[in-house]
C-alpha cells in the first residue's frame, strides 16, 4: 500500500527566512497531494493541494512543487510569520481502485520573532 | 456554518466497555473519514465511507466499526476499547477523496 515520508520533523526558522518541508509516496497511482495546517487544539485545515497533471502551484506565500517521477512533492512557505507556526502535514490520495488518503507524520514548524 | 462536529470532545473509559464517537457533517459531503493521530505517526486513517452504506477499511481498522445510515452522519464504534486505542481521533468529510476533507474539532480518549 501508499506510504508516505515527511521530512523534517521539526523545523525552527527565523521571522521572514523560508521554510521547506519534503514529502515522498511511494504508489505510483496517488494522484492528488494535499498540505494541511494543524493549529495547536484544532483540526487540520487545507492550505494547498496540487494534483498529478500540474508541477507546481501557489497561492500568495505558500508554494507546492510535484514531481511525479521522483514521487516526491514539496510545501515553500515564504516570508514567514510567526502565525505560520503550526504542524504541517503532505497526505496521497488514490483515485481509482483506492480511496484510502495516507498521511505523512507532520512537521513542527517553530517561526521566531 | 459548514461544519463537522464530533461528540463527545473528551472520553475517559475503562477497558472492555463500548463507546461510540458521534460524527455529523452538514455540507452534503459524500466521503468521510475517521483518522487517529499518535504523536510521531501523523494522522492514520481508520475507516472511510464513500456514500451511505459503503464503507471500507483504512490504515488502522482493528478494534473499530463504523455505520453510514445517512449521509451526515458517521459513527465510530469501539466494542471492546483496549489502552492501546488511547489517543486523539478526527472525523472528517469532504465532496470525494480528491478534494479538501473538512476536520472536526477532535474527540480526545483515553481507555485505562
Known amino acids: 500500500g501508499e506510504n508516505v515520508e515527511q521530512h523534517p520533523s521539526t523545523l525552527s526558522v527565523q521571522e521572514g527566512d523560508s521554510a521547506v518541508i519534503k514529502c515522498t509516496y511511494s504508489d505510483s497511482a496517488s494522484n492528488y497531494f494535499p498540505w494541511y495546517k494543524q493549529e495547536l487544539g484544532k483540526g487540520p485545515q487545507l492550505i494547498i493541494d496540487i494534483r498529478s497533471n500540474v508541477g507546481e502551484k501557489k497561492d500568495q506565500r505558500i508554494a507546492v512543487t510535484l514531481n511525479k517521477t521522483a514521487k516526491h512533492f514539496s510545501l515553500h512557505i515564504t516570508e514567514t510569520q510567526p502565525e505560520d507556526s503550526a504542524v504541517y502535514f503532505c497526505?496521497?490520495?488514490?483515485?481509482?481502485?483506492?480511496?484510502?488518503?495516507?498521511f505523512g507524520a507532520g512537521t513542527r514548524l517553530f517561526v521566531k520573532a | 456554518e459548514a461544519q463537522v462536529t464530533q461528540n463527545p470532545r473528551y472520553l475517559i473509559t475503562v477497558t472492555g466497555k463500548k463507546l461510540t464517537v458521534t460524527c455529523s457533517q452538514n455540507?452534503?459531503?459524500?466521503?468521510m473519514s475517521w483518522y487517529r493521530q499518535d504523536p510521531g505517526l501523523g494522522l492514520r486513517q481508520i475507516y472511510y465511507s464513500m456514500n451511505v452504506e459503503v464503507t471500507d477499511k483504512g490504515d488502522v481498522p482493528e478494534g473499530y466499526k463504523v455505520s453510514r445510515k445517512e449521509k451526515r452522519n458517521f459513527p465510530l464504534i469501539l466494542e471492546s476499547p483496549s489502552p492501546n486505542q488511547t489517543s486523539l481521533y478526527f472525523c472528517?468529510?469532504?465532496?470525494?477523496?480528491?478534494?479538501?476533507?473538512?476536520f472536526g474539532p477532535g474527540t480526545r480518549l483515553t481507555v485505562l
Open positions: 455540507m452534503n459531503h459524500e466521503y
Open positions: 497526505a496521497a490520495s488514490e483515485g481509482t481502485g483506492g480511496f484510502k488518503t495516507i
Open positions: 472528517a468529510s469532504s465532496l470525494d477523496p480528491q478534494n479538501e476533507q473538512f
